[in-house]
């Protein structure tokens, strides 16, 4: 909207405020007195003209009561003003005593390339305001503004557009029903729904506003940023059209459309260029999987970016990460999500929950396969420990390894690079405990049926000892670094979401060529 000059929409400026309290001189090829119903009347016929103060007012008749300071004007009535601005229409009342001017039939007003055309326009001499209320057209350069009603009041340079305004633009597009702006300082205000279209993004909101010069915004009550792939609402969204940087306050909700990714905040930062989105304010965010399966984040800060460049979405969590899904939940430093790799990356001695087994490492790595953990990978100071009974558990430790799980996503075997120990436990036909095996290695494979072990193979020369479980020592049943805190495990009730997110209200912007006003939703 940058540049529009609606201070031009109307004459009011000027163009008839001189007839105030003025005695008119008119002028016409033939005039004569003539006394209707006991008043006098002057009757003009042929080019006539009047002026006052610098406006000139044309038509081909009229007619001027004196005793009432009534003038009406017939055909081809055409006012210029000393400013420039001209105004044609068929017909042209003034009342002096009411001090309000009236042009009726197909007006047209041209500005400085600007063109206004509407029915009717009134305009109120004394207090220099003007109305329009039939339906008006503004056409300024490749910019088309429509409404039901129009009003300016030049005294601080205020217009009011209300019921069915639209603005088309090669840039952008406005539909809402109720429009203030500024002509000093080119903000524009909206009181209700409102719909702007800015390229690929489209903002909804029921307060605001737009200055259309420097393209800054501020919208709140059920505020929404809607990109090709994203949704973005809030309580408070500012947005700069030139930078496109937005700005979030207050119950922010942002949505992956293609990706199926919601996150939930109190305050957010969002580059349209960069494709980039912060959310802060114990965001929450949730993956929702093509089986019905959720995955569910908590950290304190999320960043999600789209990456033109490697074509791939990045959902980074930093500080204070949890994790839950129906199969596995956790914690961590920070984490990462590469929508397209279906790959999580796991920092700062991430703790993974699966069954009844607890995975910790340095970092961690997990693909995911049609919704389920295909390879977890676990690097530096690794360790799994699976509960085998209340006083039991088996235990692997090592630098790296390698998990893999089965299609119930339970932990199916586990393989140990370099050095390592284990405890592990033998049972008997009948699933009774019987020994323990402490043992060291270089390299071990562990496979485990319904999260027992159920085959050991060791590469290399392992060293250990078995002992019967009655004989087993206090200080051989626990590997250093064993921990099991199952009070520290994530639960599902631990994720829901903070607020209800309201619905959108239905887009409604429509072609509006040829004056054509698009009806707008209130909400």
């Known amino acids: ?6 201070c031009a929409i109307f004459f009011f400026s000027g163009i008839l405020c001189s007839l105030k309290a003025q005695e008119i001189n008119l002028k016409a090829n033939r005039m004569k007195g003539e006394k209707r119903r006991g008043e006098n009347y ?22 001027y009561n004196t005793a009432k300071e009534e003038l009406n004007g017939r055909g081809n009535v055409r006012i210029n003003s000393s400013e420039g601005v001209t105004i044609t229409g068929s017909s042209l009342f003034y009342s002096g005593k009411t001090k309000n001017a009236r042009v009726d039939g197909n007006v047209v007003l041209l500005d400085k390339g600007m063109t206004l055309t509407t029915p009717w ?40 557009f209300r019921h069915n305004v639209n603005i088309t633009h090669p840039d952008y597009t406005v539909a809402t029903d109720t429009l203030q702006y500024s002509s000093q300082n080119g903000t524009a205000w909206f009181f209700n729904y409102t719909e702007i279209k800015l390229g690929e993004n489209t903002i909804l909101c029921n307060y605001g506003t737009y200055n259309t010069r420097t393209g800054e915004s501020h919208f709140t009550r059920n505020a929404a940023i809607l990109s090709k792939e994203n949704i973005i609402r809030a309580d408070t969204l500012d947005f700069d059209r030139n930078s496109g940087i937005g700005r979030a306050k207050g119950r922010l909700w942002v949505k992956d459309t293609s990706q199926n990714i919601i996150i939930f905040g109190q305050k957010g930062y969002y580059n349209k260029n960069k494709k980039y989105t912060l959310v802060e304010g114990k965001p929450l965010a949730r993956k929702y999987e093509k089986n019905g399966d959720s995955l569910m984040l908590k950290a304190d800060t999320f960043i999600y970016h789209d990456d033109s460049i490697l074509k791939k979405r990045f959902l980074l969590a930093y500080s204070h990460v949890e994790l839950w899904r129906l199969d596995f939940s956790g914690n961590a430093d920070s984490m990462s999500y590469v929508a397209e790799d279906s790959l999580f990356r796991l920092f700062g001695k991430p703790v993974l929950w699966n069954a009844n087994s607890r995975l ?34 088996s235990q692997i430790s090592g630098d790296n390894m390698d998990n893999r799980f089965d299609a119930d996503n339970k932990l199916r075997s586990v393989s140990v690079q370099g050095k390592g120990q284990s405890i592990y436990f033998i049972r008997e036909q009948d699933s009774a405990i019987s020994s323990a095996n402490k043992v060291q290695y270089n390299n071990m494979l562990i496979a485990l049926d319904s999260g027992k072990v159920s085959d050991i193979r060791f590469y290399g020369q392992p060293e250990g000892n078995i002992y019967p479980i009655e004989q087993l020592p206090g200080d051989k049943q626990k590997l250093p670094g064993f921990t099991w805190d199952e009070e520290n495990r994530p639960k599902s009730e631990q994720f829901k979401a903070p607020f209800t997110v309201p619905e959108l209200p239905k887009r409604r912007i429509e072609n509006t060529e040829n004056g054509k006003s698009t009806k707008v939703r209130k909400k």
């Open 1 to 6: 909207m940058t540049g529009v000059r609606f």
């Open 42 to 63: 002057q009757i003009l016929r042929g080019n006539v003209m009047f002026e006052q103060s610098g406006s000139v007012v044309y038509c081909d008749e009229a007619e």
């Open 360 to 393: 910790n490492a340095d970092t961690m790595r997990i693909w995911l396969k049609n919704s389920r953990i295909s390879l977890m990978q676990m690097r530096g100071k690794s360790f799994v420990a699976t509960k085998e009974n209340q006083s039991n558990f």
């Open 121 to 160: 326009i009134s305009y109120q001499t004394d207090s220099r305001i003007g109305y329009y209320g039939s339906g008006g057209r503004i056409v300024d350069g490749d910019q088309v503004l429509t409404s039901r009603s129009g009003t300016y009041n030049p005294n601080n340079r205020m217009l009011y």
